[in-house]
């Protein structure tokens, strides 16, 4: 248990409506990821911190932004969520430069009407 | 760009038996991480088994154990003495060992069912 909780767990929502998603963590990692899994395509980066207000963008981070104001808290948006966006949505750590393995939160499924 | 192919979308095996799911990648660099992670019908992702490409010898966690084969870019997992309790998704992935920003995700193969019989 690598101290991931996200929330919501589950989320119904409405084409057009921003949406935000929380990633917590209580061991102070200065990395942390989120990621979308969806059939067929295993999981894939949408973005990532490598510290306070520090981000990247990943492979599909078209739709999405992140804000990450304190080290444990990991926000990630939906401006406007759409029918494409639904999937299952996985926040990650990585404990530190000295890890190559990232461990993973419980997931969000989000469903965008 | 790299990529990470899992050919086997199912695989089943009966309990005590073993099993071998393949994994293939594709890289142009030579140091680099491979990672096998399961998915129970729970969702979360858990790590089962790491290798570093730099390391000749095959990593091993109990019942599990890697056929890592770096010149034909191969990273099988092999499941030993298979219990009810191994039957999930397992996903192959792939890791840059440079620091860049740009370089920090995981690669992810679309993941090979395992089907665990009594």
Known sequence: DAGITQSPRHKVTETGTPVTLRCHQ???????????????HGLRLIHYSYGVKDT???????????????????????????SSQTSVYFCAIRPGRSYN?????????LTVL | AQTVTQSQPEMSVQEAETVTLSCTYDTSESD??????????????????????????????????????????SFS??????????????????????????????????????????
């Open chain 2, 77 to 118: 997992l092999k499941i030993s003495d298979s219990q009810l309790g191994d039957a999930a998704m397992y996903f192959c992935a792939y890791r840059s060992a440079r620091e860049n920003t740009g370089f920090q995700k995981l690669v992810f193969g679309t993941g090979t069912r395992l089907l665990v019989s009594p």
């Open chain 2, 32 to 73: 680099y991480y491979l990672f096998w992670y399961k998915q129970p019908p729970s969702r979360q992702m858990i790590l089962v088994i790491r290798q570093e490409a730099y390391k000749q010898q095959n990593a091993t966690e109990n019942r599990f154990s890697v056929n890592f084969q770096k010149a034909a870019k």
């Open chain 1, 56 to 82: 990247d963008k990943g492979e599909v981070s078209d739709g999405y932004s992140v804000s990450r104001s304190k080290t444990e808290d990991f926000l990630l948006t939906l401006e406007s969520a759409t």
């Open chain 1, 26 to 40: 209580t061991e102070n990692h200065r990395y942390m990821y989120w990621y979308r899994q969806d059939p067929g």
């Open chain 1, 101 to 109: 393995e990232q461990f993973f939160g419980p997931g969000t499924r």
